[in-house]
Structures are given as structure tokens and as C-alpha cells.
């Protein structure tokens, strides 16, 4: 059984996929502390010369955990993201194919960031025709806060014999406390394809949205560019 973890984040990028592609569960680990100016409520799209980020507007406290956190609904924010997804890729290849999911989507959002997360991550998974399973790690009792420990209990939760780290893990992971938990452990060395972009020059490290009305919902490039896992 192969495991791997992550913040949910918001219209997550190719390499989000990629490490749950290689994985028979992932875990969105919402049980941590919201983080502003990350990718748990925004992402990068393509611009016609360059990026800008997509962002959900959110209410929160200092501390607040990301399964708390509320989306300010007062502003038209949904409405905004749709009119800017038109502006940048109306003219897209697969744009009127895929849309509409994303508008019904955007339409269909409550309050809660966790949520809509969950959401556009499962329709992308979905698009891309991954077969992963996808838990909350909400939905899990008895987990430590120290945070090497809660990932060792999600992974003995779930009777995990591997768990797959992103390549940044190695700088600040606990490496030797999951070999002496007896699971082997592997890192991601995501390689980024490069594609056409509508708008100009090509930009890499976008939302898989931008992947996606480019060039549609097929994933056999990514697998074939990412078949190799760096082992601790």
C-alpha cells in the first residue's frame, strides 16, 4: 500500500496529479494550520504575457485549521473567476469542453474551503481518469498534532507499506523516523511537460486547468514523462 499526503490546495498544479497518479490513497491533510499566501485558497493561471494568481477570497483567524476556514461569500468572487477564465481562455482548444464542469462547480460552492478544494481537486482526478482513493485526514480520529508523528499514524491507518514524498520533502522531512516506522520511502522528482499555451511564450507551474483546456483531459504524457521515484 502506497500513501502519500498533502494540503488540499485550490485548482492544484500537474505535479498535485502526478503524486497522487503513483499512490493508492492520498490524503488531504486539512487538520493543519491555513496558510495565507500559499496554494490553499489560489493558483496561477496563464495570462497573455505571463501569469496571475486565481484567488479565493477567505475569512480566518491565526490558527485556524484549513477544514475551518470559510470563503467570504460576500464578494462575487465566482462570477470574477469564470469572466477571467474566459478572458484567458475562451479561445482555448478544450475550453468549451471542459467548462462547463468548472462552471457547475463554481456555482455549486458553499462556504467551506475545504470543500470547494476537495471539489475542483476530485474533478480534475476525475478528468485526468486517476483512480486514486482521496480521504480527509479530518475524517481520521486519534491523530497526533507533532507533525511527523500524525504522518506516521495516517500511514498506519491506512496500513501503509510506502509513502511517497514531494521532492522538497528531503530538506526538511524526518527521513529516518518513516524508516524506523518500517516504511520505505520515496521522493518525487516531478518532470514538467511543456505544451501549447494559448497566450504566448510557454509558462510552466500552472493550475492543471491551464493543462486542460489547452490540451484536454488526456494524462498518458505526464505518466510517461514521471516513471521514475527517487527511493531514500
Not at 505571463?50 to 479565493?56: A, P, R
Amino acid at each position: 500500500m502506497r500513501i502519500a499526503i498533502h494540503q488540499p490546495q485550490f485548482m492544484p498544479w500537474l505535479g498535485y496529479f502526478d503524486k497522487m497518479d503513483k499512490v493508492d490513497v492520498f490524503v488531504l491533510l486539512d487538520n493543519v494550520q491555513f496558510k495565507k499566501n500559499e496554494y490553499q485558497n489560489r493558483n496561477r493561471i496563464k495570462t497573455h504575457d505571463q501569469w496571475i494568481w486565481l484567488s479565493v477570497p477567505v475569512s480566518f483567524n491565526f490558527g485556524d485549521l484549513i477544514s475551518k476556514v470559510r470563503i467570504n461569500n460576500q464578494q462575487d468572487w465566482a462570477k470574477k473567476h469564470l469572466q477571467t477564465l474566459l478572458t484567458y481562455y475562451g479561445k482555448a482548444p478544450f475550453y468549451r469542453e471542459y467548462l462547463p464542469a468548472f462552471a457547475e462547480l463554481y456555482h455549486s460552492a458553499g462556504d467551506s474551503l475545504a470543500d470547494l478544494n476537495m471539489g475542483t481537486i476530485e474533478l480534475i482526478r476525475k478528468i485526468f481518469a486517476i483512480d486514486t482513493e482521496i480521504v480527509r485526514a479530518s475524517d481520521i480520529s486519534g491523530l497526533s498534532e507533532e507533525p511527523t508523528a500524525r504522518l506516521l499514524d495516517i500511514c498506519r491507518h491506512f496500513k501503509a507499506d510506502t509513502y511517497l514524498a514531494g521532492a522538497g520533502g528531503k530538506g526538511y522531512m524526518e527521513c529516518d523516523r518513516f524508516k524506523a516506522a518500517g516504511l520505505k520511502l520515496l521522493f518525487q522528482n516531478f518532470v514538467h511537460p511543456e505544451y501549447p499555451q494559448i497566450n504566448g511564450p510557454f509558462v510552466p507551474y500552472m493550475s492543471a486547468i491551464d493543462y486542460i483546456f489547452n490540451t484536454g483531459g488526456d494524462f498518458t504524457r505526464i505518466r510517461e514523462l514521471n516513471k521514475e521515484l527517487e527511493a531514500y
